[in-house]
């Protein structure tokens, strides 16, 4: 059984910086894949970044690629989304996730919803214009 809660969301202007936490539970973290995701209001779960179980590897949806950073620190069970050169366009709510499966992904599968098994509560990121 995994936990997740989210923390570092608010409001900030166009062109500032946030970093969103996750801190996890459990003793699998360090063997799980962990990605966020974000939902807009009447949108689906989109996929925002990935970062492999050793951190050597991440991946990200290309509106963010450039602007925002995932990383992990396993002896914190913590990971990480700094977001810098914020546009109103990333406003929605964050989700972090995790993947207890050890298994090895596509370019699809890593931004599927359905790969991931757990799942935080989400924090609300508001970008004003």
């Known amino acids: 059984q995994v936990q997740l809660v989210e923390s570092g969301g608010g409001l900030v202007q166009a062109g500032g910086s946030l970093r969103l936490s996750c801190a996890a539970s459990?003793?699998?973290?360090?063997?799980?894949?962990m990605a966020w995701f974000r939902q807009r209001p009447g949108k689906e779960r989109d996929f925002v970044a990935m970062i492999s179980r050793s951190g050597g590897f991440t991946s990200y949806e290309d509106s963010v690629e450039g602007r925002f950073t995932i990383s992990r620190d396993n002896t914190k069970n913590t990971v990480y989304l700094q977001m810098n050169s914020l546009k109103p366009e990333d406003t929605a709510v964050y989700y972090c996730?995790?993947?207890?499966?050890?298994?090895?992904?596509?370019?699809?599968?890593?931004?599927?919803?359905?790969?991931?098994?757990?799942w935080g509560q989400g924090t609300q990121v508001t970008v004003s214009s």
């Open positions: 459990g003793r699998t973290f360090s063997t799980s894949a």
């Open positions: 996730a995790a993947d207890t499966g050890s298994r090895t992904y596509t370019s699809t599968s890593m931004r599927n919803v359905g790969t991931y098994n757990y």
